[in-house]
Nanobody, 125 residues
Framework: VQLQASGGGLVQAGGSLRLSCAAS????????MAWFRQPPGKEREFVAG????????YYAESVKGRFTISRDNAKNTVYLQMNSLKPEDTAVYYC???????????????????WGQGTLVTVSS
């Protein structure tokens, strides 16, 4: 599946952004989807994931209660609503797709085979 992330930008601390990831090329509704991020000078880390139907979601502790992942299978799109943003949320955000048919709700990068190009989120203090 091909992925295209968008929606990044510059926002002040406490503000909100919504990221989108449009998918094409295969049956999107068969993929567990996730968002990862890579802060400057650091490793890429898991942020949030969502199951096939959107009913199951899971989050990194650092974003729980502030970020919400969702998906619209009719539009082949997954979203990340980010509220109460903090300077430490500054990163390049990537969407990722697990292999078609997998039901593993993983937080590991190697479990995701398809990646978008990334969108930069900068949170100023």
């Amino acid at each position: 599946v091909q992925l295209q992330a968008s929606g990044g930008g510059l926002v002040q601390a406490g503000g909100s952004l919504r990221l989108s990831c449009a998918a094409s090329g295969s049956i999107f509704s068969n993929n567990v989807m996730a968002w990862f991020r890579q802060p400057p000078g650091k490793e890429r880390e898991f942020v949030a994931g969502v199951g096939w139907s959107g009913g199951s979601t899971y989050y990194a502790e650092s974003v729980k209660g502030r970020f919400t992942i969702s998906r619209d299978n009719a539009k082949n799109t997954v979203y990340l609503q980010m509220n109460s943003l903090k300077p430490e949320d500054t990163a390049v955000y990537y969407c990722a797709a697990a292999p078609s048919g997998s039901r593993r709700y993983s937080r590991e990068r190697y479990e995701y085979h398809d990646w978008g190009q990334g969108t930069l989120v900068t949170v100023s203090s």
